[in-house]
T-cell receptor
């Protein structure tokens, strides 16, 4: 089983719609969770951390379900500029970034 | 604020040639530093990480090596490139679990 698994998409979504995607992870001892955004041919950039209680940042909401071992990202009122690949990232050891495992990403296309 | 610089942005090298990619971080001391590779259609793969000057850990056996001659400098090298070394190479730093990436080097070995 892959350590971090995401639906690669692409998700084609009209502007203004709400879109959600999930990511599953295999290591039940995982301690940290993040969503990164990667634009075409650019470096990944941290979008948000994911906390046990769930967290919201503007139009973006992230949630963690430890029992089912998945995290989710919800984007409301989607904008054309939200088009990107979204990487699910899970931290598996002692707190350092060397313990991070990256998913292959979900490709999102917002259509006008 | 912290910034990370990585160069060159793109590179085309013949098989068998050497490689040197450089990464520097500003605005922080004693960061953890990382080299990742992202091949087409694949996820990010951790190649090396360093917790201090001269300290390098390798995650996968490969044709590459890394060095950290100064606190905020991290270098990725190869003596002889292979076709399979092509990819998008990313330097990153962290304090804690969050990683922050440089702009990346797109390497094509021909």
């Amino acid at each position: 089983r892959k350590e971090v698994e995401q639906d690669p998409g692409p998700f084609n979504v009209p502007e203004g719609a709400t879109v959600a995607f999930n990511c599953t992870y295999s290591n039940s001892a995982s301690q940290s969770f993040f969503w990164y955004r990667q634009d075409c041919r650019k470096e990944p950039k941290l979008l948000m951390s994911v906390y046990s209680s769930g967290n919201e940042d503007g139009r973006f909401t992230a949630q963690l379900n430890r029992a089912s071992q998945y995290i989710s990202l919800l984007i409301r009122d989607s904008k054309l500029s939200d088009s990107a690949t979204y990487l699910c990232v899970v931290g598996n050891s002692g707190g350092g970034a060397d313990g991070l495992t990256f998913g292959k990403g979900t490709h999102l296309i917002i259509q006008p | 604020s912290q910034t990370i610089h990585q160069w060159p942005a793109t590179l085309v090298q013949p098989v068998g040639s050497p490689l040197s990619l450089e990464c520097t971080v500003e605005g922080t001391s004693n960061p953890n530093l990382y080299w990742y590779r992202q091949a087409a259609g694949r996820g990010l793969q951790l190649l090396f990480y360093s917790v201090g000057i001269g300290q390098i850990s390798s995650e996968v056996p490969q044709n590459l090596s890394a060095s950290r001659p100064q606190d905020r400098q991290f270098i990725l090298s190869s003596k002889k490139l292979l076709l399979s070394d092509s990819g998008f190479y990313l330097c990153a730093w962290s304090i804690g679990a969050e990683a922050f990436f440089g702009q990346g080097t797109r390497l094509t070995v021909v």
